[in-house]
């Protein structure tokens, strides 16, 4: 269950300039609510002038509205609908109705022109709406833009109240995973940072804590028997009531939180354990904890998971696919060329309910050659979840702040296949089309680090609205062969 991604509430404000007809903006609005079945708050102040904005903002707020639509029943007054967007504490999408098949004489609304001076007052204001692509259309059409407006403004609320707990330094030489914190102040995100050693004060402090047995069942319920190590549920139960406990003492103002955790190489060995399946616990329940800290990584999971309303994972954009097993299991049976396909990979924080039915808590590999002795059984290493990702449909996105303090992003829809990988961790073969391109010339040439958030379905509509209403004015996909980018080598 998505414990920690906002409940829209979404109202909707009629304007008109009062030298067109009220009734025109009043019956549209009318049309439109009934389009949406009810669900959407109808203020009945329509806005003409400014105490009327002052009126409707004041209704809206009472009902709760956390979103709102503003709707350009007619032509509009400028001033007051775009100071809507100045005094209501959410994100307002503006939108304008088209003409009917009627009257044009009185019944002719030029809310299409309307809504050109509402966007050129926007911007002399420097006040953020959201316009969608044609915005518009009939009582139908709007009612479309509405439902797509949902998880556009799940995600600015849930940006707009974030904090992102850090719990460590980035390990040496993952530095790819730092960024400058200044771009999460310009988009309304509050971090907190911590030492390792708080997380261990406080893991200590919930030894013997009353929940954790209860925690442990359901663990237990969750893997399945012969799925999980028994005497490891203590501590890894211990560990995910400190995290989530932590997270209602740290909040403090904000509403959500993400974290952003290193997990090696000190951690297992002071913990008892690998973090990893507590991790993935906690993001299926839209509580991000990135991997070595990666705070852009845990934004960018966090703002999937509001947007999709569903588990996300972080993983790294990790190796190429085998030419041999892309002939025997990939080539004639899916539209995907070789350097279309890559493994995305991590240590085992992909949340259960993603994966294939084969999926155990197993050890870390890497971690049990580097820090536990050769030949010895596995220990504290243990508490990765792996097997392969369930295939189906994914995009793959992160947004970033660079070196230089500026925002980038990219997004990429495409698939994890069903092909077995023979591998370890959590792991899937992914295939996104043109991906070879892609990577070069975005993934590599804008400098983004090897982590990268996936969504489990097609969500790059609206991710890119996201990031446009954020600010992000680089955002990278895969452009198809006839759409070269500015770097790639024509000759090539």
């Known amino acids: 269950m998505m414990t920690n991604i906002p409940e829209v509430k979404l109202g909707i404000v009629a304007v008109s300039r009062d030298c067109f007809p009220i009734g025109l903006s009043i019956a549209r609005r009318e049309a439109i609510v009934k389009t949406c079945g009810g669900n959407i708050y109808e203020c009945p102040v329509t806005v003409e002038n400014e105490k009327d904005m002052l009126k409707a903002v004041d209704d809206v707020k009472a009902a709760g509205c956390n979103a709102l639509v503003v709707f350009l029943g007619n032509f509009g007054p400028e001033t007051p609908e775009t100071l809507i967007a100045k005094n209501f504490d959410g994100p307002c999408m503006f939108v304008a109705a088209a003409e009917g098949d009627g009257d044009l004489i009185n019944g002719r609304g030029d809310a299409y022109c309307g809504m050109l001076n509402c966007s050129y007052n926007l911007g002399m204001r420097h006040l953020k709406g959201y316009i969608p692509e044609y915005p518009v259309g009939t009582a139908a059409d709007i009612g479309k833009m509405i439902k797509d407006f949902y998880p556009i403004a799940r995600a600015i609320i849930g940006v707009q109240n974030l904090k992102i707990i850090t719990f460590g330094p980035r390990p040496q030489d993952f530095f790819a995973c730092n960024a400058p914190i200044k771009g999460l102040y310009e988009m309304g995100v509050e971090i907190e940072e911590n030492s390792e050693l708080d997380l261990l004060v406080a893991y200590k402090a919930h030894a013997g804590d009353k929940r954790i047995p209860e925690v442990c069942a359901d663990m237990a319920a969750e893997m399945g028997e012969g799925k999980y190590f028994p005497d490891m549920l203590e501590r890894m139960a211990q560990f995910e009531l400190t995290l989530l406990d932590w997270a209602e003492e740290h909040k403090g103002a904000r509403k959500y939180v993400a974290f952003a955790d290193k997990c090696w190489p000190a951690f297992p060995e002071q913990f008892g354990f690998e973090p990893c399946y507590v991790n993935s616990r906690l993001a299926s329940r839209g509580i991000p904890v990135s991997c070595e800290v990666d705070i852009y990584g845990a934004l960018s999971e966090y703002i999937g998971a509001c947007v999709s309303g569903d588990a996300v994972t972080l993983l790294d954009i ?35 309910c993603k994966m294939c039915a084969d999926r155990a808590v197993k050890y870390q590999l890497i971690q049990h050659r580097l820090l536990e002795p050769e030949g010895s059984e596995p220990d504290f290493t243990r508490g990765t979840l792996e097997g392969d990702i369930a295939p189906g449909e994914i995009t793959f996105y992160r947004l970033q ?34 991906m070879g391109r892609f990577y070069r010339h975005v993934l590599i040439q804008k400098h983004f680090p090897h982590h990268g958030a996936v969504a489990f379905g097609h969500f790059g509509k609206a991710l890119f609205e996201v990031f446009k209403f954020l600010g992000v004015e680089d955002i990278g996909y895969n452009q198809p062969k006839c759409l070269p980018y500015p770097t790639e080598n024509p000759w090539a």
């Open 401 to 434: 702040c660079d070196s230089e303090g500026k925002l980038r992003s990219y997004i990429a829809e495409g698939e994890v296949l069903p092909v077995a990988t023979t591998s370890f961790g959590g792991i899937g073969v992914f295939a996104i089309h043109e």
């Open 318 to 352: 990790n190796n190429s696919v085998p030419a041999q097993m892309w002939e025997s299991q990939i080539k004639g049976k899916f539209d995907y060329v070789l350097t279309d396909t890559f493994m995305g990979f991590h240590c085992g924080n992909t949340p259960s």
